[in-house]
């Protein structure tokens, strides 16, 4: 994407300082023979002097090289950088950033550092909310920033939607916005500046503390699993499912005990889970006879076994047995069912 030589770029800019101030900045940004960068105390040990005087010469240094006249014949190199970051949506996260300009980590060091003395990039840092992100436009960046905060507020703890959604939402609250084209590329990028929203590994944004988002064990895995699917599943199905959707090893008596465990979600037939936020009732054939009459009131044998089998997948006959239970069902004159008092 870039048509200069980052390292050759910054090795003339840096020949210009005394040795310790381009010493201090090589160790500071891993610019030298090793592309790993050190602290202001390790630094400061180095030559005996305390953090404080290290961050003063490696501002001396920065500061050097921007009033030079090297860096000014270099101009076309930072509006180059300039350009880059407007096309990708005028703001954007630095891991995002510098994947898109190099894989190498020697070389992408070298472009940070550049992007630090660049006079047209700004860069915030890392808070709470959002991840440490350049700009090169600041009314974007805040309007950006804060059609995120709102997507974050909008979301409950379990939500979870699709990314065409997510988009759709993030392009209604910029809908104001002109500096820049909301393609779906540049609005994939902006929400990848936030720390507080985040998607799971079936590309599905919900809160990123949510277990729905990042899932840490056996029991999210099946929980995002038998969500997928959109029916209810065999513990078994849940097992190889995992194995298959995530490449996680699942066995499958551990995974039967974690749906057990996990009230989200509800046993509705022999070995077969669904989601309690599908509307299924926690309970055993009996408890759902006994829910159904009590919000239903008295219903004929057909229409109690219609409505059971909205929430359990159990034989008829199963269904009729639970009905003979005379300390709990009543059956009235005319053949329908109420529970008894």
Not at 184 to 213: C, F, H, M, Y
């Amino acid at each position: 994407m870039i048509t200069f030589k980052p390292k050759q770029i910054t090795k003339k800019l840096l020949a210009t300082l005394p040795d310790r101030a381009r010493d201090v900045l090589e160790k500071r940004y891993g610019l030298g023979k090793s592309p790993d960068a050190h602290t202001l105390e390790s630094i400061g040990q180095t030559y005996g002097i305390t953090r404080e005087r290290v961050r003063q010469i490696e501002n001396y240094g920065i500061q050097s090289i921007q009033k030079s006249d090297l860096y000014t014949e270099h101009e076309a190199v930072f509006e180059e950088l300039r350009t880059i970051i407007d096309s990708l949506g005028c703001v954007i996260s630095e891991k995002a950033l510098l994947d898109e300009l190099s894989q190498d980590r020697a070389t992408r060091n070298h472009i940070y550092f550049l992007l630090v003395l660049g006079d047209p990039f700004y860069r915030s840092k890392e808070n709470s909310a959002f991840y440490h992100r350049w700009y090169t436009k600041r009314k974007v960046s805040e309007i950006v920033e804060k059609a995120l905060q709102k997507i974050y507020a909008s979301l409950d703890e379990h939500d979870l939607i699709s990314e065409d959604e997510i988009l759709a939402r993030l392009r209604e609250h910029l809908a104001d916005m002109s500096e820049v084209e909301t393609e779906d590329t540049v609005l994939q990028r902006w929400l990848l500046i936030s720390k507080e929203i985040d998607r799971n590994p079936l590309g599905e944004w919900g809160p990123a503390t949510s277990p729905n988002v990042r899932a840490k064990g056996i029991r999210d895995y099946a929980y995002l699993a038998v969500k997928r699917h959109g029916s209810p599943m065999h513990f078994k199905e849940v097992a190889q499912s995992i194995k298959e959707l995530f490449d996680k090893k699942a066995h499958i008596a551990t995974t039967h005990n974690e749906l057990i465990k996990d009230n989200r979600f509800v046993l509705v037939g022999r070995g077969l889970y669904a989601l309690t936020e599908w509307g299924y009732s926690a309970g055993v054939v009996k408890d759902v006879l006994r829910d159904i009459l009590v919000q239903h009131g008295p219903l004929t044998r057909e229409e109690i076994i219609d409505k059971v089998r909205k929430e359990r997948y159990v034989k008829d006959n199963t269904i009729i047995v639970n009905l003979q239970d005379t300390a709990l069902f009543k059956r009235l004159s005319d053949g329908s069912y109420i529970v008894a008092e």
